[in-house]
C-alpha cells in the first residue's frame, strides 16, 4: 500500500509522518505518584521502559495541575519515549507542560479559551522545541456545531485552527479527529487526509473493553491503515495499557506494515484440551511482545491440531495433560513438565534467536 504523504513532525527524538514508521501510542491510566513517593516515581518509570520493549513509542499523560509540576517534569527527562501532556480548558497547564519537558502536548483549541491563549500556547511550543497535537473528538466540538454533520464540522475545526497555527509561523502540529461512531471516524480522517498534509493520529475514542475495541478499532483503523492514512495509532481499550500496545502493534502486522515482533498463533480452548492453553498463553504473551523479531510461535492445547501447527511455525508448544513438547520448524527438540514450560518456552525462543 502507498502512505499518504504528509510533513514529518519531530516529537523529542522521534518523528511522525513523511517516511517514518507509525507510532504506537498509548496513555498513562493512574494518577501521578506524589513528589516524595520516590519508590512510586521509580515504579512508574519502569512501567514506561517495559512499555518501550514491547513496542510503544509515545505516551500521554494527563497534565491538570500543577501540583504534578516536579514529578512530571522528572518523567520527561526520564521517560525512554516521548512525552505528550493532555491538557484541556486551562492554557496555563500547556505552557507549564512544555516548561516541564514535555515533547509535545494534546489541546482541543477551542476549549483552551481565547484565540490570544491559543497563541501563546503555540509561541510557548516555539520556543520549547515542542509539538502540538490538535485533538477533535465529535463529543467535544462547540455547542453550536453538535447538531450539524460532525464529520464536516470537525474537519472545518481543525482547518481553521491549523490556519491560526501557520499565521504564527508554527507548523509543528499532528491532528486526529475521533468519535464514538465508527463511520463518523473514518469519514473525518479520510477527509481531514485529502485536505492537509500533516501527520494524522489514528484512534476511535470510547472504544469500549478489549472485545468491542479492538473489533470496533480494527474495522475503522484498518481501513484507514490500507488506505495509506496514518501516523501514529492508539487503541483506546477499557483495560490495562499492555493491551493497547498488544493490539496496536498486532494491528499493524495484520495489514502488512510492521513486519517486526513475534507473531502468536493459539487454539481456543475446547473438548479436546488437556493442557490450559488459554491460562499458558496469558501468562507469556506480554513478555513474547518484547521480542521484536519477525517470528511465529504456535501455543497448542491437544494432540490433534498441535503437531500440524508445530510444523508451520518457527517455535511451538504443545502440551498434552501435564507434558509439554517444544518443536522448531516442526521438529521436536524437547519434553518437559507443565510447569517448567514457561521457562523452557522463553529459552528455547532465546537460544534459537541467538543461533540466526
Known amino acids: 500500500m502507498d502512505r499518504r504523504v504528509t510533513?514529518?513532525?519531530?516529537v523529542g527524538n522521534l518523528s511522525l509522518g513523511g517516511s517514518a514508521k507509525i507510532a504506537v501510542q498509548t496513555m498513562w491510566s493512574h494518577p501521578l505518584p506524589d513528589k516524595n513517593d520516590a519508590k512510586g516515581i521509580e515504579a512508574l518509570l519502569d512501567r514506561l521502559r517495559t512499555y518501550a520493549t514491547m513496542g510503544c513509542d509515545i505516551i500521554r499523560f494527563a497534565y491538570h495541575t500543577e501540583a504534578d509540576r516536579e514529578v512530571f517534569s522528572i518523567i520527561c527527562k526520564e521517560s525512554p519515549m516521548p512525552i505528550v501532556a493532555d491538557i484541556h480548558f486551562d492554557y496555563r497547564l500547556a505552557i507549564d507542560a512544555f516548561t516541564c519537558g514535555a515533547h509535545k502536548i494534546r489541546i482541543n483549541p477551542g476549549n483552551i479559551g481565547s484565540k490570544q491563549k491559543v497563541e501563546d500556547v503555540v509561541r510557548c511550543a516555539q520556543d520549547n522545541d515542542g509539538a502540538i497535537r490538535?485533538?477533535?473528538n465529535g463529543g467535544s466540538l462547540p455547542i453550536h456545531l453538535r447538531s450539524q454533520d460532525h464529520v464536516r464540522a470537525m474537519v472545518d475545526t481543525a482547518l481553521?485552527?491549523?490556519?491560526?497555527f501557520e499565521s504564527w509561523d508554527f507548523d509543528r502540529i499532528v491532528l486526529s479527529l475521533k468519535d464514538s461512531d465508527l463511520e463518523t471516524t473514518y469519514r473525518s480522517?479520510?477527509?481531514?487526509?485529502?485536505?492537509?498534509?500533516?501527520?494524522?493520529?489514528?484512534?476511535?475514542?470510547?472504544?469500549g473493553g478489549i472485545v468491542s475495541s479492538s473489533?470496533?478499532?480494527t474495522w475503522v483503523l484498518g481501513r484507514l491503515l490500507n488506505d495509506g492514512i496514518g501516523d501514529t495509532i492508539r487503541i483506546s481499550i477499557t483495560d490495562d495499557i499492555e493491551y493497547e500496545i498488544e493490539a496496536a502493534k498486532e494491528l499493524l502486522r495484520a495489514v502488512g506494515i510492521e513486519s517486526k515482533g513475534i507473531r502468536v498463533v493459539s487454539c481456543p480452548r475446547c473438548g479436546r484440551?488437556?493442557?490450559d492453553s488459554q491460562k499458558f498463553l496469558k501468562q507469556v504473551q506480554s513478555r513474547l511482545s518484547t521480542f521484536d523479531v519477525p517470528l511465529t510461535v504456535a501455543i497448542m492445547g491437544c494432540q490433534?491440531?498441535?503437531?500440524?501447527?508445530?510444523s508451520h511455525a518457527d517455535i511451538a508448544i504443545t502440551g498434552i495433560g501435564q507434558k509439554v513438547f517444544l518443536y522448531e520448524h516442526g521438529v521436536l527438540k524437547r519434553q518437559v513438565s507443565a510447569d517448567e514450560a514457561e521457562s523452557a518456552l522463553f529459552e528455547t525462543l532465546e537460544a534459537y534467536i541467538n543461533a540466526q
Open 134 to 136: 490538535i485533538g477533535l
Open 7 to 10: 510533513k514529518q513532525v519531530r
Open 273 to 275: 484440551s488437556t493442557f
Open 189 to 207: 480522517y479520510t477527509s481531514i487526509a485529502e485536505s492537509s498534509a500533516y501527520p494524522i493520529h489514528l484512534g476511535v475514542t470510547e472504544a
Open 160 to 164: 481553521t485552527y491549523i490556519d491560526w
Open 215 to 217: 473489533v470496533r478499532s
Open 304 to 310: 490433534v491440531n498441535g503437531p500440524g501447527e508445530a
